[in-house]
């Protein structure tokens, strides 16, 4: 059973362009949902975890800058700019009630710099 | 400096054949994850451990937090098996983090 959607699954994005991301989760029994990327080295790091709609957060990195949203129980975004290499990023659940419970990851949005 | 130290980085085997992948941890962690990135790029949960060990059919991992490592076996190896395996660690006081190892890029050969 499919827990988190993603969409787009990939853009080729003008250097220069932002983009908006979406992840909807399926299951309200894993509210906790957090931002990973993947870099062209194949390196995943976690960026963002967010709890409650309204909480935004924004981090700077190499080669991209993010701001993500939890807009409601449901959906995440994540709108990427100053994107200069291109990367996956995924989205994750898990479940309320223990610290280090297991995280589920959803398919990934592939970004392309063109 | 790096957490999550994972190996081989590479690995080849002949079907019908088994290994082992191994992560060594810097400091202690409070659980483990392994996954599989299948062909289509997604993140394949196979275990999730806070100790001890666990099977799935040709699958089976251990975790041991206190020596700071972590295994993956794979044994009786199959062309479907074929992808890139990483370990991921849960440390911290919010556990929502997953620190990643490198990743190892398994290809089983007929």
């Known amino acids: 059973v499919t827990l988190l959607e993603q969409n787009p699954r990939w853009r080729l994005v003008p250097r220069g362009q932002a983009v908006n991301l979406r992840c909807i989760l399926k299951?309200?029994?894993?509210?906790?949902m957090s931002w990973y990327q993947q870099d062209l080295q194949k390196q995943l790091q976690w960026l963002f975890t967010l709890r409650s709609p309204g909480d935004k957060e924004v981090k700077s990195l190499p080669g991209a800058d993010y701001l993500a949203t939890r807009v409601t129980d449901t959906e995440l975004r994540l709108q990427v700019a100053n994107m200069s290499q291109g990367r996956t990023l995924y989205c994750t659940c898990?479940?309320?009630?223990?610290?280090?419970?297991?995280?589920?990851f959803g398919p990934g949005t592939r970004l392309t710099v063109l | 400096g790096d957490q999550v130290e994972q190996s081989p980085s590479a690995l080849s085997l002949h079907e019908g054949t088994g290994s082992a992948l191994r992560c060594n941890f810097t400091?202690?962690?409070?659980?483990v994850q392994w996954f599989r990135k299948n062909s289509r790029g997604s993140l394949i949960n196979l275990f999730y451990l806070a100790s001890g060990t666990k099977e799935n059919g040709r699958l089976k991992s251990a975790f041991d937090s206190k020596e700071r490592y972590s295994t993956l076996h794979i044994r009786d190896a199959q062309l479907e098996d074929s992808g890139t395996y990483f370990c991921a660690a849960l440390y911290g006081s919010s556990g929502n983090k997953l620190i990643f190892g490198i990743g190892t890029l398994l290809s089983v050969k007929p």
């Open positions: 400091t202690t962690m409070r659980a």
């Open positions: 299951n309200s029994q894993y509210p906790w």
């Open positions: 898990k479940t309320t009630g223990a610290n280090y419970a297991e995280q589920f």
